[in-house]
Nanobody, 127 residues
Framework: QVQLAESGGGLVQPGGSLRLSCAAS????????MGWFRQAPGKEREFVAA????????YYADAVKGRFTIARGSAKNTVLLQMVRVQPADTAVYYC????????????????????WGQGTQVTVSS
């Protein structure tokens, strides 16, 4: 099993920056791909970004490209999400996720079927 623990959420003003972290524990050798989803009130969970084991391949939702950066931490069992120029539309609960299988465009289904979820961390963008 793998446990995922997020940190770094909070309140930030529009145009500001925030960094989320996620640390995996347990059988971390199976966290081949790690990443983030988010869910706003009344909306479905949506993909944000993902990164492979080496950090050499990254994937982003169109809504965050150019504003968010995902990277593996120096310890490969961590993943960071640097958010800049945040907007009120970025307000959501952000969930860390991990799978032992490579990323594909149906990664949400992959995580639900055989991956792991964190508990979530609230990000609120408001003045």
């Amino acid at each position: 099993q793998v446990q995922l623990a997020e940190s770094g959420g909070g309140l930030v003003q529009p145009g500001g920056s925030l960094r989320l972290s996620c640390a995996a524990s347990g059988r971390t050798f199976i966290t081949y791909v790690m990443g983030w989803f988010r869910q706003a009130p009344g909306k479905e969970r949506e993909f944000v970004a993902a990164v492979n084991w080496s950090g050499g391949r990254t994937y982003y939702a169109d809504a965050v490209k150019g504003r968010f950066t995902i990277a593996r931490g120096s310890a490969k069992n961590t993943v960071l999400l640097q958010m800049v120029r945040v907007q009120p539309a970025d307000t959501a609960v952000y969930y860390c996720a991990a799978t032992s299988r490579p990323y594909d465009t149906n990664w949400l289904s992959l995580v639900d079927e055989s991956g792991y979820w964190g508990q979530g961390t609230q990000v609120t963008v408001s003045s």
